[in-house]
């Protein structure tokens, strides 16, 4: 092969490269430490990208628990009972910005009918930027510190489980899976995920 041809191919190589990341950062800022797939997932995605799955059909979701960002420590099992959302996120992810005003807003809203709000902090090197980054979005529902993203291997592949960050899930009073979304999200989405678990009886 020719000199130029080797480098035809190498500038064609970086373009295709550059594409698929250039692809990635627009759709989530990173990819998680498990796939889902495989087997009868049970769920179903609507058009505005969030999967659900019916009541009864629903997958345990696992405990979450270790330190919070601002050093306490927090298990998921302390919210027995509730509805809870789990919203992944890193101070380093421009989509998480532009969401976390969205989710203090309607955890602000629905913290008093049994909702319980709970963040997973991933791939932030020290709790330093992620305490940033809560108190410049006004954030003031507690973080798991997860810099390694082990709590999001606890999810079991095939069912809704965190892939991208940011990912949301919503946690239904039984403590199984009921929604997710692989994106960040604007109010109105975010409330279309939790008000049909709320309505459940």
């Known amino acids: 092969?020719?000199?130029?041809?080797r480098a035809r191919s190498r500038v064609a190589l970086l373009a295709t490269t550059s594409a698929a990341v250039a692809a990635l950062t627009l759709s989530a800022c990173s990819?998680?430490?498990t796939s889902g797939g495989g087997?009868?997932?049970?769920?179903?995605?609507?058009?505005?990208?969030?999967?659900?799955?019916?009541?009864?059909?629903?997958?345990?979701?696992?405990?979450?628990?270790?330190?919070?960002?601002?050093?306490?420590?927090?298990?998921t099992t302390d919210y027995k009972g509730k509805i809870l959302v789990?919203?992944?996120?890193?101070?380093?992810?421009?989509?998480?910005?532009?969401?976390?005003?969205?989710?203090?807003?309607?955890?602000?809203?629905?913290?008093?009918?049994g909702v319980q709000f709970v963040g997973i902090n991933t791939r932030d090197t020290s709790t330093t930027p992620a305490l940033a980054f809560e108190e410049e979005q006004g954030v003031t529902y507690p973080s798991l510190y997860d810099p390694t993203g082990k709590l999001m291997?606890?999810?079991?592949?095939?069912?809704?489980?965190?892939?991208?960050?940011?990912?949301?899930?919503?946690?239904?009073?039984?403590?199984?899976?009921?929604?997710?979304?692989?994106?960040?999200?604007?109010?109105?989405?975010?409330?279309?995920?939790?008000?049909?678990v709320l309505a459940e009886k």
């Open 153 to 196: 291997l606890r999810f079991k592949k095939g069912t809704l489980n965190p892939q991208l960050i940011p990912s949301t899930l919503v946690i239904d009073r039984e403590g199984k899976i009921a929604a997710r979304a692989l994106q960040p999200l604007g109010e109105e989405t975010l409330r279309g995920m939790i008000e049909p």
């Open 31 to 33: 990819s998680g430490g």
């Open 86 to 113: 789990v919203n992944v996120w890193g101070s380093w992810c421009g989509p998480c910005r532009l969401e976390a005003k969205n989710f203090e807003k309607v955890y602000t809203d629905l913290k008093g009918q």
């Open 39 to 75: 087997g009868d997932t049970n769920f179903v995605t609507g058009n505005n990208g969030v999967a659900t799955v019916a009541q009864g059909k629903r997958a345990a979701a696992p405990e979450l628990s270790g330190k919070t960002i601002d050093g306490k420590q927090l298990s």
């Open 1 to 5: 092969m020719s000199a130029a041809r």
